[in-house]
């Protein structure tokens, strides 16, 4: 069973900074596209920034100039790096794996929590 498991969140002051990473197993990681997505309180979960596997980034325009995504495939994770944050940054972070080809193979962390205090 293809687990991802999110480390890294925490309270953090308006203007600082936390480092999200991801732990991959039981995927061939090097094929799929790695992400972050978001979802605050009563809203819809969406995209942070994703990294496909020639390395290739994109990222939500609230985000860009902020956050930077990285990933190390000799460790199967994916990291967030957040700088700058912001208390609209405050949301459950998820990470995500998705893979396509005839079909789509998409699997999702448990999620974790980031609070940003003003």
């Known amino acids: 069973q293809v687990q991802l498991v999110e480390s890294g969140g925490g309270l953090v002051q308006s203007g600082g900074s936390l480092r999200l990473s991801c732990a991959a197993s039981?995927?061939?990681?090097?094929?799929?596209?790695m992400g972050w997505y978001r979802q605050a309180p009563g809203k819809q979960r969406d995209l942070v920034a994703t990294?496909?596997?020639?390395?290739?980034?994109n990222f939500a325009e609230s985000v860009k100039g902020r956050f930077t995504i990285s990933r190390d495939n000799a460790k199967n994770t994916v990291n967030l790096q957040m700088n700058s944050l912001k208390p609209e940054d405050t949301a459950v972070y998820y990470c995500?794996?998705?893979?396509?080809?005839?079909?789509?193979?998409?699997?999702w962390g448990q999620g974790t929590q980031v609070t940003v205090s003003s």
């Open positions: 990294i496909d596997t020639s390395g290739y980034t």
């Open positions: 039981r995927i061939i990681f090097t094929i799929y596209t």
């Open positions: 995500y794996a998705r893979y396509v080809t005839n079909m789509v193979k998409q699997y």
